[in-house]
Structure formats: C-alpha cells, structure tokens
C-alpha cells in the first residue's frame, strides 16, 4: 500500500511538471485583409510531437512549451454541416473554396517561442 501510495504521488509530480512549462500562444492567420475561415496552425518542434491548433475566424490559440518549432498553417476546404459529417459533392461546391496556402507556409516558418504569451500573428500574402 506504501509503494502504491509513493507511485500515485510521483506520477502526479511528473504530470504537474509537464504543463507548467507551456505558454499560451495566440494570433490570427490573415490572407490579405480577410481573415482565414478555418484551419490548423500546427507548431512542430525540432523534436517532439507536433501541437496543432485550429483556427476559426482567422483566430488561434495553443499551449506549447517554449522552444524552437516549424510553424505550418492549413486551410480547411470548407465548413462542417450541423451534425458534423463532411458537407455533400453538391454542398461543397456551393461552399466556400479552399484558401491557397503559400508554400512558406507549408513548409514551415522557423520561430521561436521564448516567454509568456506570446502574439503570432501570419498573413499568408507576405
């Protein structure tokens, strides 16, 4: 019962560590003066597991330790209907068309993450 209790207490110190250290990072994703639908801002490190964020409104938000990461952004070819399956052949042709994501942004733009809530924004024209 000692040792179950000891595992308990080290695996909720080892959990507690593990987010402290992430900040909350958030912007907006613009192409040109109109904000992107929706997409996913994804933030790869160097090594690691990548952590994406959706964007919706031009908008994101995510929580990634500080750190050296690709930043690559995509567009999502068009809204989900109301009960959450992928809209018809005829209803995505009357959607709105997927957005063009430059290949810098494909890619991935270098950035680095160093302090407390950082703003990033991205216009895909620039």
């Known amino acids: 019962m000692r040792t179950l209790s000891l595992l308990v207490g080290l695996a909720a110190l080892a959990g507690c560590g593990s987010s402290d250290n992430r900040v909350i990072v958030s912007g907006t994703v613009m192409n040109g003066a109109a904000p992107l639908a ?10 690691g597991v990548p952590i994406a964020a959706g964007i919706s409104d031009g908008k994101y938000s995510a929580q990634v330790p500080p750190g050296k990461y690709k930043v ?7 809204p989900m209907v109301g009960n959450g399956m992928a809209p018809s052949s005829e209803e995505r042709v009357k959607g709105p068309k997927l957005t063009p994501i430059p290949e810098k942004y494909r890619a991935g733009v270098p ?3 160093a302090g407390p809530n ?5 216009d895909l024209t620039k």
């Not at 997409?39 to 790869?44: E, H, P």
């Not at 690559?72 to 068009?78: D, F, R, V």
Request: cysteine-free.
């Open 72 to 78: 690559t952004i995509e567009a999502n070819s068009g």
């Open 38 to 47: 929706s997409g996913i801002v994804r933030f790869t490190p160097d090594a």
């Open 111 to 113: 950035t680095e993450i």
């Open 118 to 122: 950082p703003a990033l924004d991205f």
